[in-house]
């Protein structure tokens, strides 16, 4: 009823919703920021134009340029972490539910595994999701907020003109040997021309399994099956020696019988 999904499989889920009051008394500006916010959206400004952009997986071609070494950096690389004070092992919000009459529901993540690396001490951040009201997208949302607090990473460095080449929200592969990074993923978030050609990079650490949907809870009995499609089962053999004796209430009769070598305690018809 929730989620109208044909299937389990991610191709059938509803990865995001947005089903927001749009306030007049706010800026244009504000209401748009907000509307991306429950979908990952980005906003590119270039040339005095805005471009949509979608937050989402590493690409599996990376085009020229994407990729860069030690040699297309010019000077150091700047490093800034957040640390633990934007990490955290369980994140809380609400939804307006339309199940409680639009009443606001209180929806939580918590992960045992980074609770575990952060010595047990609990660390709940709080996530503004004004525009979703179906419980498990909520789900969704707080799980990939969760995940990606945990890559707080941001690095700065100036590049050769190569790096004009580059788009904000795209993101590049970064091999840099005094820190070990092979391949290190990174999402731009600012990208700066100045008037030597140069380009200025500021990107945030990419976490690419915070875009997975997971822990997906599968069928009990017989596997994936489709919706509306009953499973093909073998019938089971027989029962032997089948019979049926009175007592003295009325209309008491016990049965016996000897059941097939192929049956099993532990399954229980529904």
């Known amino acids: 009823r929730y989620l109208g999904w044909d299937s389990i499989d991610q191709r059938n889920v509803t990865r995001h919703q947005m089903n927001q009051v749009i306030s007049t008394s706010s800026p244009v500006f504000d209401n748009i920021n907000l509307m991306l916010k429950q979908f990952n959206g980005i906003l590119r400004f270039s040339n005095g134009l805005y471009?949509?952009?979608?937050?989402?997986?590493?690409?599996?071609?990376?085009?020229?340029?994407?990729?860069?070494?030690?040699?297309?950096?010019?000077?150091?690389?700047?490093?800034?972490?957040?640390g633990l004070?934007?990490?955290?092992?369980?994140?809380?919000?609400?939804?307006?539910?339309?199940?409680?009459?639009?009443?606001?529901?209180?929806?939580?993540?918590?992960n045992s595994t980074y609770l575990k690396q952060d010595k047990n001490i609990p660390k709940k951040g709080n996530y503004g999701m004004p525009g979703?009201?179906?419980?498990?997208?909520?789900?969704?949302?707080?799980?990939?907020?969760?995940?990606?607090?945990?890559?707080?990473?941001?690095?700065?460095?100036?590049?050769?003109p190569k790096g004009y080449l580059l788009l904000p929200g795209s993101i590049i592969k970064l091999n840099y040997s005094r820190f070990g990074w092979v391949d290190k993923e990174?999402?731009?978030?600012?990208?700066?021309?100045?008037?030597?050609?140069?380009?200025n990079v500021t990107a945030d650490e990419h976490n690419n399994d915070a875009y997975l949907i997971k822990n997906l809870s599968k069928p009990s009995l017989g596997g994936d099956?489709?919706?509306?499609?009953?499973?093909?089962?073998?019938?089971?053999?027989?029962?032997?020696?089948?019979?049926?004796t009175t007592s003295g209430q009325k209309g008491v009769v016990t049965l016996n019988w000897t059941n097939s070598t192929d049956f099993n305690t532990n399954f229980q018809a529904t």
């Open 132 to 160: 979703i009201t179906n419980y498990f997208n909520a789900r969704f949302n707080i799980n990939q907020m969760l995940d990606e607090s945990r890559y707080g990473m941001t690095v700065s460095f100036k590049m050769a």
């Open 186 to 199: 990174f999402r731009i978030i600012n990208l700066v021309v100045n008037t030597d050609c140069t380009i």
């Open 225 to 244: 099956v489709q919706v509306g499609v009953s499973p093909n089962r073998n019938a089971p053999a027989p029962p032997t020696n089948l019979t049926a």
């Open 51 to 82: 471009a949509l952009d979608i937050k989402g997986q590493t690409p599996l071609f990376f085009v020229n340029g994407e990729t860069i070494n030690e040699e297309d950096i010019i000077g150091s690389v700047s490093v800034k972490d957040g």
């Open 85 to 110: 004070k934007k990490s955290y092992n369980s994140v809380s919000s609400s939804i307006k539910d339309p199940q409680t009459k639009f009443e606001s529901r209180s929806v939580s993540f918590f």
